[in-house]
């Protein structure tokens, strides 16, 4: 495939990376909050097109898994993009269960942030404290 045909043309052919990886970003189907970043395999992604559920692949325990199994915080996928040279999913999202996405319990991964002192600050909220 050509680059032109790649950025530019109709057909959907994401590029895995050589463990067989695609980054994922999940984000909020109205919010437009960034939510996650996890990978998928190609298993994972079929799974995804094909139930509108966030599947996922876990580097960790090297295993396929659907997004909020047992925490009830499944991904409804509304939307499913690449960029432009298609090595990047982004999934838009609503969350089931308690509207949170972290396994920690916030509402999003990214609930830390860097103070001017370069030390860790948690900024989120999780989602029973809204």
């Known amino acids: ?4 045909e790649l950025e530019l043309g109709s ?4 590029k895995f ?5 695609i980054p994922v970003i999940a984000q909020h189907f109205e919010t437009r909050e960034v939510l996650m970043l996890a ?3 190609e298993e994972a992604l079929k799974k995804t097109i ?17 997004k909020g199994e047992t925490s009830g915080q499944i991904q409804s996928v509304k939307a499913i993009k690449t960029d432009c040279d298609q ?7 609503e ?4 509207g949170g996405c972290c396994h ?4 999003n991964c990214f609930y830390r942030e860097l103070d001017d002192n370069a030390a860790l600050v948690i900024n989120g909220k999780k989602p029973q404290e809204k």
């Open 1 to 4: 495939m050509g680059k032109e």
């Open 11 to 14: 057909k959907f052919t994401p």
């Open 17 to 21: 990376d050589e463990n067989g990886l």
């Open 39 to 41: 990978y998928m395999n």
């Open 50 to 66: 094909e139930t509108k559920q966030a599947h996922y692949y876990s580097r960790s325990r090297k295993s396929l898994w659907l």
């Open 87 to 93: 090595d990047v999913v982004l999934l838009l999202v």
């Open 95 to 98: 969350v089931g269960g308690d």
């Open 104 to 107: 920690v319990g916030f509402a």
